[in-house]
């Protein structure tokens, strides 16, 4: 009976509980740490979308349950979404479902589609549930590369050939957490047609649709292309677009039978979210859409301040293209570290939280990931801290075995 439990045994310990431990001790020790780890937006939900939540909640007969694959109204406003920024025409009744957030959606359809001992083939480095998803339910993961480009297509082919059994599934996350990539319309037509040579399903995870730095050059969906809802579902979510991530709203759209698969799966285990709050969810998109303009100019103020006080600092991060974070790879003198190694020094000597690179998978242990979840004043005090400790005498290595202990 003392046997971890099964599907716990295949979940490695979390990452990001050591430094999550570290930053609890310093802060209970009174140490003011800015804390870049989490992508866990700062500003608040619109006053408009919070009007509509109170408005609602007044009803009483918004309080008895909900639907799980959300309510009529915030479907359509869904598919209207989709028409007027991808062109995309849905049915809200057979392929749209509202869900508790991307992740809840991502892992209850890993549930509806998997079989034990199915093979899901997952970018390195990715978020975690993108691939944890599919392992607590029975699958393997096979690991491709990360970059929208032919590499990824390359491996995809090479995976589908050589992997026994032949895959069934395969993630893209673009924008991508953490890696802060972007892919092109060309490059998602390529990956519908190694989707169906190959008979794999596609799960898109778009949830910074709306976080890009290039006005003119706003990301696509894998459903522009022609055919793409042959195999593909995607996963958008309100929790960065509207600053409402406590909210916990999401979708899944597209492929009718993927689709019909999560919303019977989400029908045994819950009732959807509080009707308020997906009324709420409709009104941010139907509403008027000037706040997603400012979330994107605050977030690209926040990134270049924060690259080029990095660069001035001696470390050459790169500017991120889209999403909340900068993917940042270690400074050579500290590599040796380890991701984890290297956030707890950070910590210790800079007082920044950022979140080690490990986490989302074994080749991202050379980066760190930065977000960009604290005003300019907290991100000039977090690069003083930074510039201090790589320009300063605590600058030189320590020993690996040093930074495990602190």
């Given at each position: 009976m003392a046997e971890e439990f099964h599907r716990i045994r295949r979940l490695?310990?979390?990452?990001?509980?050591e430094v999550n431990s570290a930053k609890a001790k310093a802060r209970a020790a009174a140490e003011d740490i800015v804390d870049l780890g989490m992508g866990n937006p700062d500003s608040?939900?619109?006053p408009h979308i919070v009007a509509k939540l109170v408005e609602a909640v007044q009803d009483p007969?918004?309080?008895r349950y909900s639907m799980s694959k959300g309510i009529p109204g915030l479907r359509k406003a869904l598919a209207g979404y989709y028409e007027r920024r991808f062109g995309v025409r849905l049915d809200p009744e057979k392929e749209?479902?509202?869900t508790l957030g991307s992740k809840e959606g991502l892992a209850n359809l890993a549930q509806?589609?998997?079989s034990p001992g199915d093979t899901i083939l997952v970018p390195n480095p990715s978020y975690p549930i993108h691939?944890?998803?599919f392992i607590i339910a029975g699958a393997t993961a096979r690991s491709i590369p990360y970059t929208p480009d032919d590499a990824m297509l390359s491996a995809i082919v090479q995976a589908c050939r050589h992997s026994v059994?032949?895959?069934t599934a395969l993630i893209v996350n673009f924008p991508s957490n953490p890696t802060a990539l972007l892919a092109s319309r060309d490059f998602y037509a390529e990956l519908v047609k190694v989707a169906k040579a190959n008979d794999l399903f596609i799960l898109s995870d778009l949830a910074y649709a709306e976080l890009y730095f290039d006005e003119g050059n706003p990301p696509p969906s894998v459903l522009e292309i022609p055919g793409a809802r042959d195999c593909t579902v995607e996963f958008t979510s309100l929790s960065k677009t509207y600053n409402m991530p406590g909210w916990r709203m999401g979708f899944a759209a597209g492929?009718?039978?993927?689709?019909?698969?999560?919303?019977r799966v989400k029908s045994y285990l819950d009732y959807g979210a509080f009707t308020p709050i997906q009324v709420a969810a409709a009104a941010a998109l139907n509403g008027p859409q000037d706040c997603v303009a400012e979330m994107r100019a605050l977030y690209r103020e926040r990134r270049d301040v924060l690259v080029k006080g990095l660069h001035q600092a001696g470390w050459d991060v790169p500017p991120c293209e889209g999403s909340m974070f900068l993917w940042a790879p270690i400074p050579e003198k500290f590599r040796h570290l380890g991701s984890v190694g290297f956030s707890k020094l950070l910590l210790d000597k800079a007082k920044v939280a950022v979140a080690p690179g490990i986490g989302f998978g074994e080749y991202g242990d050379g980066h760190v990931r930065i977000a960009l979840v604290e005003n300019k004043e907290r991100i000039r005090q977090a690069l003083r801290g930074i510039r201090g400790f790589l320009q300063g005498d605590n600058a030189g290595p320590v020993a690996p075995e040093a930074a495990v202990a602190k």
């Open positions: 490695p310990p979390y990452v990001f509980a608040p939900t619109p007969r918004t309080h749209v479902v509202a509806a589609i998997t691939q944890f998803g059994p032949r895959p492929n009718e039978r993927l689709i019909s698969a999560l919303a």
